[in-house]
C-alpha cells in the first residue's frame, strides 16, 4: 500500500491511548509556536519578514480556510461571499477604534458577534437556495458588503480607514511594528481554540446533521435532521471565525479599506479547502499554509508567480481530485465478516 | 392487534400536472398491525409515502397521525413525532459508517445541539453514548452489528437494504414505512427479511409496507390495501384480496372472468 499520510496520521491517534494523545498535540503545538525560529533559513521569505508572513497572509488565512471548512467542506454549502465576514470583523475593528476607547480585545467579541449575525441574516435569507443559486447569492453578498463600505462616507469611503491602533500590551506582549511574533502567537491560540471546537462539533451532533445534509440533504430532513437550523449554524459558525480574523487582521495593519475585501478572497480562500481536502481539518490547514506560503516564497519572480501559483493549483487537482489530505474515511478494515470492495 | 388507527389518509388527492398520483385515497393503518401496500408499477404507492413524510403537500385531503393532523408540519417534525421510512431506491449517507447513518437518526430525540457539543456538557457525553449504544443495539437486532464500522457505500447490497431500516428505526418511530424492502433479493433472502419484518412489529413498531412479492406479502401481512392508478381498490385480509377479481384485473391487465 502506498504511504498515506491520512490514513498513518490516522492510525496513529487511533491507536494513541490518552497521555500519548496530550504528547502528539503538545509536540504539534509547541512546533507551531516555535516555527518563528525558522527565520533566516531556507523558508525565509524574500520580501516580507518571514515572521510577519506567518500571521499574514498564512494564520489569518489558515484561521478563515478553517471556518469557511466548516460550510463549505462540513456542510456542502458553497459560500463563494465568505470575505464578507471578514470585512465586518475588520470594519468592525475600525469603526469601533474610530469612536470608542475599546482596545482589540475588547472589540474582538463585537467583531464575532456582529460577523455571526451577519451570518445569521444572510444564512436565514438565502439558505433555503440550494447549490448554484446559493453560491451566485452569497457572491452577491460579499460584494454588497464591500461597495456598501466604499460608498460609506462615515468608513471612509474608498480610503478606508486608518490608524487602528494595535492591542494593547498584554502580559508582558508589546504589540507594534516589531512584533510579528506576538501577533502570529495570537492568531495561533485563535486557530488552535477554532481547531478544538470544530473537533468537539465534528464528533458530535452537529457533525453528524452537517455531514448528512451535505451527502444527501432531502434524505437527512426525512431522517430527522432540522437541515435549515444547521445550516444556519454552520454559516454562523463559519462567519463567526472569518469576523475573528478580520478584527486580528485590522489590529495588525492598522489599515483598512474595501479594495482589501473583494471576492478574490473568497475564492482563494475556497482554494485553500478545495485543495487542501474539503472537510478534512489537517488537509485544510496544509492547504492554507502551503498556498499562501508559496507565492510569499517566490516573490522574486514577482510577475511569474501567479502563474506558477496557477500552475502548482491545476497539477495538483490532477493528481489528487480529492485534496491534499482529504477526508478521512474512517473505516476500519478486515473485522469479521467485512468482505472489502 | 388493535383498530386503533395510528396513520389515517382522508381523501387525499395528490395532483402532479395532470397527473392523479392519488385520487381521493383513504388508508387506515392501525396499531401494531403489518399493512400492506400493493399496486402495479406508478399505481401511486411511494406516493403515499411521500404525501405521509411531507415530502409532498397532497393537492387535497387530510392525514392524521394518532389522530393529530399532519398538515403544515416539517418533515423532521413529522419524523420527531414518530412516522420514519426507507426509500425505494437505497438512499443512506454512504461516506458514513453504518453506525453514524444509524445514530444519525436517534439524534432526532436529542436536546444537545452546537453549544452543548462545544461544552462537551454532560447532556452531551450522555445523549452521545446512549444514541451509540441504541445504534448498536438496532444493527444487532437488523443483524448487521458486524458492518457497523464499515461506510455504507461499501456494504453488500442486502445489508445497505437492511441498514436503511435499521436508520428508519434510529428515530423511535411509532410506524414504519418500508418501500420495497425486499427489491432484488432471491428467494431466501426474502424468507430471511419477512422474518424480520414480523420481528419488528412483534417489538411494537407498526409496519406499512410496499412490496411487490405476493408470497411475501400474503405471508406476513395483517391486511393488504392495493391501489391502482392513483385509486384504492381493495383494502382487506390477505386471503380476501388475492381472489377479489378487481386486483386480479389490476395486476393481470384484463378482467379476471376472461381470463
Ligand atoms: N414528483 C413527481 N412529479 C410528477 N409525477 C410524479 C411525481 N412523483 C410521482 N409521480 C407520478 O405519480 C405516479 C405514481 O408514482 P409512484 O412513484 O407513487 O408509483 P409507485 O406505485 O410507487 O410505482 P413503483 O412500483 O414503480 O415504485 C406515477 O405516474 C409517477 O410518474
Ligand atoms: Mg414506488
Redesign the pocket.
Known amino acids: 500500500m502506498p504511504f498515506n499520510l491520512r490514513d498513518t496520521g490516522a492510525t496513529l491517534w487511533a491507536n494513541s491511548n490518552k497521555w500519548q494523545r496530550y504528547l502528539i498535540a503538545g509536540v504539534i503545538i509547541v512546533g507551531a509556536f516555535a516555527l518563528p525560529l525558522l527565520e533566516g533559513t531556507f523558508l525565509n521569505t524574500p520580501r516580507t519578514p518571514f515572521v510577519s508572513v506567518l500571521f499574514y497572509p498564512i494564520g489569518v488565512y489558515v484561521l478563515m480556510a478553517l471556518g469557511l471548512n466548516v460550510v463549505v467542506g462540513k456542510s456542502g454549502l458553497l459560500d463563494l461571499g465568505y470575505v464578507a465576514f471578514y470585512a465586518v470583523g475588520a470594519y468592525t475593528a475600525g469603526i469601533l477604534s474610530m469612536h470608542t476607547k475599546l482596545n482589540t480585545w475588547e472589540i474582538l467579541p463585537v467583531g464575532i458577534a456582529l460577523a455571526m449575525l451577519s451570518g445569521f441574516v444572510l444564512g436565514a435569507a438565502v439558505l433555503r437556495l440550494r447549490g448554484d443559486y446559493l453560491a451566485i447569492v452569497t457572491l452577491g453578498f460579499g460584494e454588497i458588503i464591500r461597495i456598501t463600505a466604499l460608498n460609506s462616507s462615515a468608513v471612509g469611503g474608498a480610503n478606508g480607514i486608518s490608524n487602528i491602533p494595535n492591542p494593547p500590551t498584554t502580559f508582558g506582549f508589546t504589540f507594534d511594528l516589531e512584533s510579528d511574533r506576538n501577533y502570529y502567537w495570537v492568531v495561533l491560540i485563535l486557530i488552535i481554540i477554532t481547531i478544538l471546537i470544530i473537533r468537539g462539533l465534528s464528533a458530535r451532533r452537529p457533525g453528524r446533521a452537517w455531514e448528512s445534509i451535505r451527502q444527501d440533504e432531502d434524505v437527512a430532513e426525512l431522517m430527522g435532521v432540522n437541515t435549515y437550523k444547521y445550516k444556519l449554524w454552520a454559516f454562523v459558525f463559519g462567519a463567526s471565525v472569518g469576523g475573528a480574523a478580520g478584527v486580528l487582521f485590522a489590529s495588525k495593519a492598522m489599515f483598512i479599506a474595501p479594495n482589501i475585501f473583494n471576492y478574490n478572497i473568497s475564492i482563494l480562500i475556497l482554494a485553500f479547502v478545495v485543495f487542501g481536502g474539503m472537510g478534512n481539518i489537517w488537509g485544510v490547514v496544509f492547504g492554507a499554509v502551503l498556498l499562501s506560503y508559496i507565492p510569499e516564497r517566490i516573490r522574486f519572480i514577482s510577475e511569474a508567480r501567479m502563474l506558477i501559483f496557477g500552475l502548482v493549483l491545476i497539477i495538483m487537482m490532477n493528481l489528487r481530485p480529492d485534496g491534499l489530505l482529504p477526508r478521512k474515511k474512517r473505516e476500519k478494515i478486515g473485522i469479521a465478516g467485512g468482505e472489502i470492495k | 392487534m388493535s383498530n386503533q388507527p395510528v396513520l389515517e389518509l382522508k381523501n387525499v388527492t395528490m395532483q ?2 395532470g ?1 392523479k ?1 392519488l385520487n381521493q385515497v383513504n388508508l387506515q393503518v392501525n396499531k401494531g398491525e403489518i399493512c400492506a401496500l400493493i ?1 402495479p ?8 409515502f411521500n404525501v405521509v413524510t411531507g415530502v ?1 403537500v397532497p393537492t387535497d385531503g387530510e392525514i392524521l397521525f394518532n389522530g393529530k393532523s399532519l398538515k403544515g408540519k416539517n418533515r423532521h417534525k413529522i419524523t420527531k413525532m414518530g412516522i420514519a421510512r426507507t426509500f ?1 431506491n437505497v438512499r443512506l449517507f454512504g461516506e458514513m459508517t453504518s453506525l453514524e447513518n444509524v445514530i444519525t437518526a436517534t439524534d432526532v430525540h436529542n436536546k444537545s445541539g452546537l453549544v452543548g457539543s462545544i461544552l462537551n456538557t454532560p447532556r452531551s457525553r450522555r445523549e452521545e453514548k446512549a444514541g451509540r449504544e441504541k445504534a448498536h443495539e438496532i444493527l444487532k437486532f437488523m443483524g448487521i452489528d458486524h458492518r457497523s464500522d464499515q461506510l455504507a457505500k461499501n456494504l453488500p447490497y442486502g445489508d445497505q437494504r437492511r441498514l436503511e431500516i435499521a436508520r428508519a428505526l434510529g428515530t423511535s418511530p411509532e410506524i414504519v414505512l418500508l418501500d ?1 424492502p425486499a427489491a432484488g433479493f432471491n428467494p431466501s433472502e426474502k424468507k430471511s427479511l419477512a422474518e424480520l419484518i414480523v420481528k419488528i412489529r412483534d417489538r411494537g413498531y407498526t409496519v406499512l409496507l ?1 412490496e ?1 412479492d405476493m408470497s411475501l406479502i400474503m405471508g406476513i401481512s395483517d391486511r393488504v390495501a392495493v ?1 391502482d392508478f ?1 385509486e384504492k381498490i381493495a383494502d382487506d385480509l390477505p386471503s380476501v384480496v388475492q381472489n377479489n377479481p378487481k386486483v386480479i384485473e389490476a395486476y393481470l391487465g384484463v378482467p379476471a372472468d376472461a381470463s
Open positions: 402532479f400536472g397527473v398520483a399496486g408499477n406508478g399505481a401511486g404507492k411511494t406516493t403515499v409532498y425505494q420495497e410496499i411487490h391501489l392513483g
